[in-house]
C-alpha cells in the first residue's frame, strides 16, 4: 500500500512540476518542444510503476527512493527557481529598454542583477544602464524615468566612463 501512495504522489509532484516548467517556458519554438518533453515525462511518471509489476517493498528500499525523489524534487525546484530569476532579469531588461525606447533615448546596454533567496524570492540587486558617449545630458531624465515607472534607482553612465 505504502508503493501505491508513493507513486501517487510521485505523479502529484510530476503533474506539480509540469504546469511549473510549462509556465516557466519562454513562448515560442521552445515551449512547444518542452510541452512533447514535459509530456513525455508525465507519462512515463504514470507508467513507470506497472511496467515494473509494482513490486513490494523493503522499507530500506522505500526510504531511500524517497530521499532519491526528495533529491530530484528539489533539483528541480532549484532549476526552476533559476529559470525564474533569469526569465524576470530579461523582463525587467525589456521592460526598461521598451520606456527609453518611448522616450526616444537609445540604451547601449541594460545590466540588471537579481538575487534569488532562501524563500525562493527574487530581488533586483541593481540596475545598470550605459549610454553612448555625448548622451551625457540624458543620465538624470533617464534616472527619473526609470525610477518613476520601476521604483527601481539605476546607475547610469556614458560609454567610457567608469562604473563604480
Known amino acids: 500500500m505504502n508503493a501505491i501512495r508513493i507513486w501517487a504522489a510521485a505523479v502529484c509532484a510530476a503533474a506539480i512540476a509540469s504546469s511549473i516548467a510549462q509556465i516557466a517556458v519562454p513562448d515560442g519554438k521552445v515551449q512547444k518542444a518542452m510541452r512533447c518533453v514535459i509530456g513525455l515525462f508525465f507519462v512515463c511518471c504514470v507508467i513507470m510503476p506497472f511496467a515494473q509489476g509494482l513490486p513490494p517493498m523493503s522499507s530500506e528500499k522505500l526510504q531511500w527512493e524517497e530521499a532519491a525523489f526528495l533529491e530530484v524534487t528539489d533539483d ?3 532549476e526552476l527557481t533559476n529559470q525564474t530569476a533569469k526569465r524576470f532579469e530579461e523582463n525587467v531588461r525589456q521592460i526598461v529598454q521598451d ?3 518611448a ?4 540604451a547601449k546596454k541594460i545590466e540588471v542583477d537579481v538575487h534569488v533567496g ?3 524570492s527574487i530581488y533586483i540587486n541593481s540596475l545598470k544602464i550605459q549610454i553612448s558617449k555625448g548622451e551625457e545630458e540624458n543620465i ?3 534616472s527619473q524615468i526609470v525610477q518613476k515607472e520601476t521604483g527601481i534607482t539605476p546607475e ?3 560609454e567610457g566612463e567608469e562604473v563604480l
Do not use: F, Y
Open 156 to 158: 547610469v553612465w556614458a
Open 140 to 142: 538624470e531624465q533617464i
Open 76 to 78: 528541480l525546484s532549484q
Open 103 to 106: 522616450q526616444q533615448i537609445p
Open 99 to 101: 520606456m527609453l525606447s
Open 118 to 120: 532562501e524563500d525562493s
